[in-house]
């Protein structure tokens, strides 16, 4: 009998510059960051995402965490991995791989996002897919500006605060 129960293996990197940060993958890869420091979190993530085992494993995750914990602390600017995608809808799918595309030190608008995924209208609805991005960090999401240039909501972290600091980040200061 084959277990149909889709499963994630979780793991805690405890000394990022952001803090506590949980990370997720699944048979199909990387599926889900928290930055924060109460496993609840990522668990319920998870939960809502149709994941049914949660099962912690560090050697699993590890060489995510360590790609991560490079990216944070100025060491790589690129990720190699894969990403499951298999809990997000089309659209935020569309709205994340071209957000995924966004060069490293660059900045894009909602709009922008919305005219490269040919739904000119949508940039309200790459906002709440951007709000909803399972993946941080690596889907660049902080990367994401208003129209007027300012920075304009971010989930991880310290909000605001953490968008901020991972822009400043990647323009090397």
């Given amino acids: 009998m084959v277990n149909l129960e889709k499963s994630a293996w979780i793991s805690k ?4 510059p952001l803090g506590v940060i949980w990370i997720a993958v699944s048979e199909n890869g990387l599926a889900a ?9 990522i668990i319920k993530q998870l939960d809502k995402m149709g994941f049914k085992r949660i099962i912690e494993d560090a050697e699993r995750v590890s060489p995510i965490c360590k790609q991560i914990l490079d990216y944070l602390t100025g060491k790589r ?4 991995l894969d ?9 935020q799918q569309n709205a994340l791989k071209a957000t995924l595309a966004i060069p490293f030190g660059k ?9 490269q995924i040919n ?8 906002g709440r897919a ?15 500006i208003g129209a007027d240039g300012k920075l304009h909501g971010y989930g991880g972290g310290k909000g605001i605060e953490t968008k901020a600091w ?6 090397g200061g």
């Fill in 13 to 16: 990197l405890s000394s990022s």
């Fill in 33 to 41: 960051i928290e930055i924060h420091p109460e496993k609840d979190r």
């Fill in 77 to 80: 600017r690129t990720f190699d």
């Fill in 83 to 91: 990403i499951d995608w298999s809990s997000m809808g089309h659209f």
């Fill in 107 to 115: 900045t894009a608008t909602y709009q922008d996002i919305a005219q």
């Fill in 119 to 126: 739904a000119p209208r949508a940039a309200r609805a790459v």
């Fill in 130 to 144: 951007e709000a909803t991005n399972p993946i941080p960090l690596v889907i660049p999401c902080h990367r994401v």
């Fill in 166 to 171: 991972l822009l400043q980040l990647e323009k």
